[in-house]
């Protein structure tokens, strides 16, 4: 292990998207590592089914559980902790992730520090699998933090005192139970509301949070608005309760009336399906306000490092969001908040079964600790 010293002395820092250059101090202990073709990386994984506090409904399904599938990169005597996570709309299941996994060698690669090189291939393996391939990223980051001495954070140059608060997301419901709903969200600054239904049903919810707690509310409507004057009309209306944006009105290919609906809001608007990937980021400049990066749909840190760097060019404001996972992809993902003017990291908060402990919520904010890689301990 790196002393702090050592790393100061010897590693170089580039800028967002990329990683630690492996330094000469490394390169000399790499050679020692090629020479002994035992000594590599190994991948294993498991599944694990994350058990929601209450069914979860959006715009289209509701469930009680979630699939993940749980990975560990192991080097040197060094675990790297990630994860992948499966609502089931992202067409992934634990037996498709798994048998991504099946097919990814990182034994061909000397050590973790490949980063472009590894996650590159690991993209090359299939073209969808966006989960499956950040639990590798996630796995990689974690190792090489921790091989590093430091959190992710740190290396990036990312500022923990700039993470924002973070909104607690409030699921389709009955009035009673979105009224307790809100009640148990007194942790949290801001409350997201999940719409898109119908007229009826979508202004019950907010009129009900409403009733219980005058806080600031985003709200996402998944696609639900297929109409974009019907779109405009409830977004005039939200904007008179205290509604900060919304995210994903319309469905998500509808991208010119959507930069209709965007012209013409009071409200910012947010991609969320609309924007998956880094190659997805250019075309959705002018089209919404901002985007809402998921590590689970860009296939992880490297990738969501580049797609930040992008939007920032287009304009385009940051919101980083989650699926229903445990502590160990939300604490990576929190690595990247400092940069965010908005994050949505409650999905460890929404399972009763997390079996890490990383980063946690303090004054309405998912802080980042000082521990390396993505600041997480297993708890079992
Ligand atoms: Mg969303």
């Given at each position: 292990m790196f002393t702090r010293r050592t790393f100061l002395k010897a590693s170089t820092l580039i800028t967002a998207g990329s990683i630690i250059n492996p330094v000469n101090f490394f390169a000399q202990k790499d050679k020692k590592v090629r020479n002994n073709s035992n000594n590599r990386m190994s991948l294993s994984f498991r599944s694990f089914d994350a058990v929601l506090k209450h069914p979860f409904t959006v715009s289209g399904n509701t469930r009680t559980t979630t699939a993940i599938v749980l990975t560990e990169i192991a080097y040197e005597g060094v675990i790297g902790y990630g994860e992948a996570s499966m609502p089931p709309y992202l067409g992934e299941s634990q037996a498709s992730v798994m048998a991504f996994l099946e097919k990814v060698n990182l034994k061909q690669f000397a050590n973790p520090f490949e980063i472009e090189d590894i996650l590159s291939y690991v993209d090359s393996i299939a073209i969808n699998n966006t989960a499956a391939k950040a639990s590798i990223d996630i796995a990689l980051h974690d190792l090489v933090g921790k091989l590093m001495g430091q959190p992710l954070h740190a290396l990036w140059g990312y500022s923990a005192a700039k993470v924002p608060v973070t909104s607690f997301t409030i699921g389709i419901d009955t009035e009673d139970s979105v009224r307790q709903k809100t009640i148990e969200t007194?942790?949290?600054?801001v409350i997201k509301v999940k719409l898109g239904v119908d007229e009826i049903t979508d202004k019950m919810m907010i009129n009900t949070v409403r009733s219980v707690t005058q806080k600031p509310i985003r709200v996402d409507a998944n696609q639900g608005w297929k109409d974009k004057n019907y779109a405009l009309k409830m977004i005039e209306w939200l904007a008179e309760r205290n509604v900060e944006f919304v995210e994903q009105p319309m469905p998500k290919h509808n991208l010119d009336d959507m930069a209709w609906l965007t012209e013409k809001s009071p409200l910012p608007t947010f991609a969320d399906e609309s924007c998956q990937r880094l190659e997805d980021v250019t075309r959705l400049k002018g089209v919404f306000s901002g985007i809402n990066i998921k590590l689970m749909k860009c296939t992880g840190l490297h990738e969501a490092n580049k797609m930040i760097t992008v939007a920032k060019a287009c304009d385009l404001k940051l919101m980083i969001g989650c699926m229903t996972e445990t502590s160990c992809a939300i604490s990576a993902a929190a690595q990247l908040s400092?940069?965010?003017?908005?994050?949505?990291?409650?999905g460890n908060l929404l399972?009763?079964?997390?079996?890490f402990s990383g980063a946690k919520l303090v004054d309405g904010k998912v802080m980042l600790n000082n521990e390396p890689g993505i600041g997480v301990r297993k708890i079992e």
């Open positions: 007194s942790p949290f600054k400092p940069l965010m003017q908005y994050a949505d990291l409650d399972i009763n079964n997390d079996i």
